[in-house]
């Protein structure tokens, strides 16, 4: 039900006011659609000011709080970065911790303790070769990493191998027309 409805209805029990052709009638209809134009803004100010339901103002507007943008552009996933960043605290530096606020880099990161003390390596299995927007990235998760951390970054190309063993042949390979950099990060 529209606002200038709810109104009428609020005054039909009294039975004093003509509420439909007259100009009270029309000064509610008029009252009404004002009242209905600042509910949906409300709405919008509501969905926007919670970052698990922001579609686009609220999202850019948390952006912007923090030094590097998530390197994304798809809005839930940017909306899920930005609140992985915004988890960050003072007891965020445990492995689990780590592991789960680096995904405010804007892609699936993972973080494992080196060979060595005060090194740690990342990983991006979900893409082969040095994603894009890498030194996007790089430094988002150097602002989170604690600083007295050598940061090693661990990237992934496909083996002749692996190759030959999702049976790709190099007719095969060839029909693609890929670039070298497309060949060794072909994942299908």
């Not at 609220?58 to 590097?68: D, I, T």
Request: proline share 3%.
């Amino acid at each position: 039900m529209s606002n200038a409805g709810y109104l009428k209805e609020l005054l039909r029990p009294l039975g004093v006011y003509k509420l439909e052709e007259s100009f009270l009638g029309a000064e509610l209809d008029s009252l009404g659609k004002a009242l209905d134009g600042l509910q949906e803004q409300l709405e919008q100010v509501q969905r926007e000011m919670c970052l698990a339901t922001a579609r686009d103002e609220g999202v850019e507007r948390m952006a912007a709080l923090f030094s590097c943008r998530p390197v994304t552009q798809d809005v839930q996933q940017m909306a899920a970065s930005l609140a992985a960043l915004a988890r960050i605290g003072g007891d965020s530096f445990t492995l689990k911790a780590i592991n789960s606020t680096i995904a405010g880099c804007g892609l699936n990161a993972k973080v494992s303790e080196g060979d060595e003390p005060g090194v740690v390596m990342v990983r991006f299995p979900d893409v082969a070769g040095v994603p894009a927007g890498f030194e996007q990235m790089r430094a988002i998760i150097e602002d989170i990493l604690p600083a007295h951390l050598l940061v090693q970054y661990l990237f992934w190309y496909q083996t002749w191998g692996e190759l030959n063993d999702r049976g790709l042949t190099w007719q095969g390979i060839h029909n693609q027309n890929l670039t070298w950099e497309a060949f060794e990060t072909l994942v299908e």
